[in-house]
């Protein structure tokens, strides 16, 4: 049984580290996929390509949703591993309802009424909380190969950059146009969360080794959260100087954004969760 266990382990280590074109064909299909959705946006017309943003990122990140749910069924909430991905899961079955109150919205209110701060914006926050966690849990399993001088160069570089947007985005006429209190703390909440999954995330895609057991689907994830962190900021300074038909162009990282972590979540299922489950087995027998 040792050997038959210590088999299976080799096989594993090859399939992941080996020559298999296993991550090419998962690379390619993200690739593609994302090529496709978001074409379906840019070729549409114009009158109509926001609303099909809305519908096409609202069909990502269900996919994306759905498949953390099958994770955390297949695999539980124990270990390190297991905490990560139902924080990841959670943050994005709340990003999935504020996308879906954003689609609803859409055809529901005025456009004056969808411009203001709704509960769209609270299911973001929160979700913002749990995708952070998520990156910090990975972090604390990687801690001892991240760079110090590395880390707090990365952090005051984000931190300018985000500086850097607020002064860009309140030097601007149209934000100081029927001041609302509450829509200026949801604005100024933006770019500041985003610091909260930008610095992780680059540590992550720094810090992880190759032949590390968790470095591809931790390395989409974050990835993945880093997109959508540096599309917020461009997204948030359309919204607020009233820039709404450029809106659609952010919606097309944030499909990418979805289509990445579905990716990973689909690498996790079919090596890291069926080798354990599959180790299980052989321990009983």
């Not at 299909?29 to 390509?49: G, H, L, P, Q, Y």
């Not at 680059?202 to 599309?231: C, E, H, K």
Request: aromatic share 14%; hydrophobic share 50%.
């Amino acid at each position: 049984m040792i050997r038959k266990l210590t088999n299976r382990r080799g096989n594993q280590r090859d399939r992941i580290h080996g020559d298999n074109p296993t991550l090419k064909t998962l690379v390619f299909a993200m690739v593609t996929t994302i090529v496709i959705a978001n074409s379906i946006i840019v070729f549409s017309e114009a009158d109509k390509r926001h609303s099909i943003a809305l519908w096409i990122l609202n069909f990502t990140a269900f996919t994306a949703s759905a498949l953390g749910v099958i994770t955390i069924c297949r695999y539980g909430i124990h270990g390190i591993h297991g905490r990560s991905y139902l924080y990841l899961t959670i943050g994005i079955i709340l990003w999935c309802s504020a996308d879906f109150v954003v689609l609803y919205s859409y055809y529901a209110l005025p456009a004056e009424e969808r411009e203001k701060a709704s509960i769209a914006d609270a299911l973001w926050f929160i979700g913002y909380g749990f995708l952070s966690l998520h990156l910090f849990t990975v972090l604390r399993s990687v801690y001892k190969i991240i760079n110090l001088k590395l880390a707090v160069m990365v952090a005051l570089l984000c931190l300018l950059f985000i500086f850097y947007n607020l002064f860009a985005l309140f030097s601007s006429e149209n934000i100081l146009k029927d001041i609302d209190l509450i829509a200026i703390i949801v604005t100024i909440a933006y770019p500041v969360l985003d610091l909260t999954l930008i610095i992780p995330s680059i540590l992550v895609l720094l810090s992880l080794r190759r032949d590390y057991q968790q470095s591809i689907p931790w390395f989409l994830s974050s990835l993945s959260l880093l997109i959508n962190a540096l599309a917020d900021d461009g997204y948030v300074y359309d919204f607020a100087n009233g820039n709404m038909g450029n809106l659609w162009f952010w919606e097309l990282f944030y499909v990418a954004d979805f289509i990445i972590i579905a990716g990973a979540l689909i690498w996790y299922n079919k090596f890291h969760i069926s080798y354990e489950l599959s180790t299980r087995k052989l321990n009983v027998k």
